[in-house]
Each structure stands twice: as structure tokens, then as C-alpha cells.
């Protein structure tokens, strides 16, 4: 009997710190997904993107489990919100949107069409306060 064949692949691990850890799924010329894992309490995001990149506008997020606290704020019109985002949710976040996020437990998002490109279409938020 031949055997079947199945790909597997290990996740490319391209951060880590004390937030949590982030992975990078290739689907090879399909949109790249990457799986962020995140702890109790940590905080990311802190930034916008300009949208100029397709994968940015707008960025889009699956929570698959967990439960986290979102702050956006429109940085051209200053309008602002914050909204609980429980998991089994899908969630998009236009450009110009400033988003934080924070962990009210530990949780494991998708982050789809996430390339290399995309960092020169964040803008950080380290001049603006922190809200969460």
C-alpha cells in the first residue's frame, strides 16, 4: 500500500518576547497568515497603518480563542473607541485607525496577508499616549 501524501511544515517563529510569540504560515503566492500567541496582560499594536498595502487596507484579524480588550482611534478625526473582542470573531481595522490591544487572557489570533512589505506601511504610535 503507497503511502499518502500530506505536507507538514514547522511555523516560522519570527518574534518572541514577554508578550507572547508570533508565527508565520507560507501558503506560497496565497495570502500569508500569521498566528500570533499572546499573554495575559500584555499590550501590542500601539501604531496605524497608511494602507498602502493591500494586506493593510484593512488589516484583518480572526481572535480564535481568548479574549482581549480593542482601542482605536481615528487619527485624522480623533474619534476613539474600545471595544471587547471575545474569540470566534473576525475583525477588520482600516487605515488610519491607531490600534492597541490589549490581553485580558491569553489568546491566539490570525493575522492575514502579513508580508515583509507591510512594516514600511505601519506608523508607530510612540509619541501618542497609551491607552490600555
Do not use: C
Amino acid at each position: 500500500m503507497a503511502a499518502l501524501k500530506i505536507k507538514t511544515q514547522k511555523l516560522e517563529q519570527y518574534h518572541h518576547s514577554e508578550k507572547g510569540d508570533s508565527f508565520l504560515v507560507n501558503n506560497k503566492g496565497l495570502s500569508d497568515i500569521s498566528i500570533l500567541k499572546r499573554n495575559k496582560g500584555s499590550v501590542s499594536g500601539r501604531h496605524y497603518h497608511l494602507g498602502k498595502t493591500k494586506s493593510k487596507n484593512p488589516e484583518r484579524f480572526v481572535l480564535l480563542s481568548g479574549k482581549i480588550k480593542l482601542y482605536i482611534e481615528d487619527v485624522k478625526t480623533k474619534e476613539s473607541q474600545t471595544l471587547i473582542i471575545e474569540e470566534n470573531t473576525y475583525f477588520e481595522i482600516p487605515p488610519y485607525v491607531y490600534h492597541e490591544v490589549k490581553a485580558l487572557t491569553d489568546f491566539i489570533a490570525l493575522e492575514f496577508n502579513i508580508s515583509n512589505k507591510d512594516q514600511k506601511d505601519v506608523v508607530e504610535g510612540k509619541d501618542l499616549p497609551k491607552h490600555i
